[in-house]
């Protein structure tokens, strides 16, 4: 059955607001602007849209029910989320400044399906999907779980895209070597700090 037109909208307005605020991804994508450049940015930002519409639709067909079924699941996946978080951490607070001729992996932007998969670790998308399909797909119909996954298709690729934009513009400010280090420690604290949430629950 198809989302009536007022629930289709709260649905877009609220895909555009998680999409758009800081989490994980979009601090993600600031750093990986600065450093690596719009264009170079851009299989981050598809693996990202991409990979979220996925788990979306997997989540509202019934995934999110193996962790009410098991809860063991849902905390063997918290530990390997927060792990994960504080590896990504690393990589951005040691990132290679442009131009760097050093070819170690820390040195080169996300790929596709390295954001595609971060989206089942990143604690925020997982709220965010759940949240979602609950609300606007009470029923866990095929039609409604389709709908809201690619509501949020159509919606996160732009949004998410303004942070890697802003990351690009910002790179004359951050050409200094001194100025990018203290940038991309912070944008590593602020990314270990969007763990709080899950560690304080």
Do not use: C, E
Request: glycine share 8%.
């Amino acid at each position: 059955m198809p989302l009536p037109f007022d629930l289709l909208l709260a649905l877009t307005i609220y895909a555009f607001v998680s999409s758009i605020t800081p989490g994980p991804n979009n601090l993600m994508l600031l750093a990986s602007g600065v450093n690596f450049g719009f264009r170079r940015t851009v299989p981050h930002m598809l693996g990202i849209g991409g990979g979220f519409t996925v788990m979306t639709a997997l989540v509202g067909l019934g995934l999110a029910g193996i962790f009410t079924a098991y809860p063991p699941a849902r905390q063997a996946l918290t530990v390997v989320s927060v792990l994960y978080l504080l590896w990504l951490a690393w990589k951005v607070a040691h990132a290679a400044p442009p131009g760097d001729a050093t070819a170690a992996s820390d040195g080169l932007p996300l790929t596709a399906m390295q954001a595609a998969g971060f989206q089942w670790v990143n604690p925020k998308a997982w709220s965010m999907a759940l949240t979602a399909n609950t609300l606007y797909a009470p029923a866990a119909d095929l039609p409604s779980v389709l709908t809201v996954a690619l509501v949020f298709g159509a919606v996160n690729l732009p949004s998410v895209s303004g942070w890697a934009y802003l990351g690009t513009a910002m790179r004359g400010v951050l050409s200094d070597p001194a100025r990018l280090r203290a940038f991309n420690r912070a944008m590593a604290a602020l990314l270990v700090a969007t763990l709080w949430p899950v560690l304080r629950g």
